[in-house]
């Protein structure tokens, strides 16, 4: 499954990620397999750190994308007029001296 994170809510959701917080219970449901891996690399007493920072790497992937995605559509929406400046701005430039 995919997840994406809207432009109206990079915000909250970066903030969240930052801000240091008190622990709260959480109950989730994960493949046997996946959770046998947790434990094999973070053992049953780091379970909950490894979740932890994977699910805070994982989100904070979802924020970049979501910059990522905001940037490009700006620079594809003033594409052609920043090409033009580029353009008349190369154009402007002096020839370097042949001799």
């Known amino acids: 499954m995919t997840y994406h994170i809207t432009?109206?809510?990079?915000g909250r959701v970066s903030e969240l990620i930052a801000r240091p917080g008190k622990?709260?219970?959480a109950s989730v449901t994960?493949?046997?397999a996946l959770l046998d891996a947790?434990?094999?690399v973070a053992g049953t007493a780091r379970r909950?750190?490894?979740?932890e920072h994977a699910v805070r790497r994982y989100l904070t992937y979802l924020v970049r994308s979501a910059r990522?995605?905001?940037e490009l559509?700006?620079?594809?929406t003033h594409a052609a007029r920043l090409n033009?400046?580029?353009a008349l701005a190369i154009a402007d430039q002096a020839e370097p001296d042949a001799g």
């Open 7 to 10: 432009a109206s809510r990079v």
């Open 84 to 86: 033009a400046a580029a």
């Open 30 to 32: 994960i493949g046997h």
């Open 38 to 40: 947790v434990d094999e």
């Open 48 to 51: 909950s750190a490894l979740v």
């Open 73 to 76: 559509a700006l620079l594809d």
């Open 23 to 25: 622990k709260a219970k």
């Open 68 to 70: 990522r995605e905001r």
